[in-house]
């Protein structure tokens, strides 16, 4: 199979629903064949990491990590479906602070380990 780059893809909250429709479809389309799958919830990125692991995408070089480094080193694009869901009792401003500190630590990480 072709890829249109080598390029390295991290996908971040790769192992929630969106994060991990978004690694499919980027074998799928044949993006890339290296992909980062990077969540903080280890349990969810290594079923989305198995799950991949048995579709037999040829030539696909999937890794997981909940270690940010480790996702981000490298890295020459990004998709980001990270966030927290609103739970019971949760006003959106809840959870829009929530997810403003989500969307922070993202920046940090990609100014941290992205530089070029």
């Known amino acids: 199979m072709a ?3 080598d390029e390295k893809l991290v996908i971040v909250g790769a192992g ?3 994060g991990s429709n978004m690694v499919q479809s980027v074998l799928m389309l044949g993006l890339t064949p290296n992909i980062s799958l990077y969540d903080i919830y280890e349990p969810g990125v290594h079923g989305v990491y198995d799950e991949m692991c048995h579709c037999a995408f040829p030539g696909a070089n999937i890794s997981y ?3 940010a480094k480790e996702a981000f080193t ?3 694009y990004i998709i980001s479906s990270g966030g927290a869901p609103r739970k019971e009792g949760m006003t959106r401003e809840d959870l829009l602070k929530g997810n403003c500190q989500i969307a922070a630590d993202f920046g ?3 100014k941290k380990y992205c530089q070029v």
Do not use: C, R, S, W
Request: net charge negative; glycine share 14%.
């Open 74 to 76: 490298g890295a020459k």
């Open 16 to 18: 929630g629903m969106i």
């Open 65 to 67: 990590t909940v270690d």
């Open 108 to 110: 940090e990480n990609i």
């Open 3 to 5: 890829f249109l780059t």
